[in-house]
């Protein structure tokens, strides 16, 4: 550049080399997705709860679940057997920056019978719950279900006929995938301003995995592969 000095030369290109690392170390800092679970560090035959999850006390439960190698990765299996087993992971996800739920499951064994609109039907094979926490947790907070059910028509959201703090989504219905893997995206943010009127908090606290089969005194039997929150 005719007319300006090496050093002023030198001192833009220095600026120039800041600013780019400035913008790549932003990159690194906010990443496209927020991994929940993918099941890589678990080993593959590891049975019961998965390190890094809370098991819960409620419908008797067995934990038949093993970390499995299918499909292009691993993924944990659960059963059910007149049971109900539930895990949690206390996550801290802002869904302003990440409202896409994005997941992979497969159902192979759906309770017959299996109607979530039922208290005395409230079985399904694969539930995956998004909790919004709201002081005091245990009434307030609101908990987005989205189930694989036997019966319910996919498309429909209703209240638990048995926890009030709980909305399902059912996301699938019935046996025309069943044994295969399925990737499903919702938008919570959206789903959450649709059922609850309003803009969801800022944070999603816990994410949980369920199976239940004891209304019907039946089976269920399903995978989870990877769960992610990601931007739109």
């Known amino acids: 550049m005719r007319g300006v000095r090496r050093p002023a030369v030198a001192a833009l290109l220095a600026a120039a080399v800041l600013v780019a690392g400035v913008l790549a170390v932003g990159a690194l800092a906010e990443p496209s997705a927020f991994v929940v679970e993918n099941w890589s560090k678990a080993q593959v035959g590891a049975h019961g709860i998965p390190s890094g999850w809370q098991g819960h006390k409620w419908g008797n439960p067995k ?43 497969k159902v192979v064994t759906l309770p017959p019978r299996g109607d979530a609109r039922k208290a005395e039907t409230d079985d399904e094979a694969a539930q995956l719950y998004v909790t919004f926490p709201r002081f005091p947790t245990a009434v307030r907070s609101r ?90």
């Not at 038949?64 to 691993?74: M, R």
């Not at 659960?78 to 997941?103: A, R």
């Not at 209240?159 to 989504?169: D, I, P, Q, R």
């Open 143 to 232: 908990i987005i279900g989205y189930i694989w059910d036997s019966t319910a028509p996919a498309g429909s959201s209703f209240a638990s006929a048995k926890v009030g703090t709980v909305t399902f989504v059912v996301v699938r219905s019935g046996s025309a995938d069943l044994g295969k893997w399925v990737t499903e995206s919702r938008n919570v943010s959206e789903d959450y301003k649709r059922i609850y009127g309003e803009e969801p908090g800022e944070t999603v606290g816990a994410v949980t995995l369920s199976i239940n089969s004891q209304n019907t005194a039946s089976r269920a039997a399903a995978f989870f592969g990877e769960i992610l929150f990601r931007r739109p």
């Open 63 to 105: 934990y038949d679940f093993t970390v499995v190698a299918d499909g292009t990765g691993k993924a944990l299996e659960l059963k059910s057997d007149n049971d109900s087993s539930s895990i949690s992971k206390e996550v801290k996800v802002d869904v302003k920056q990440y409202p896409v739920l994005q997941w992979r499951w």
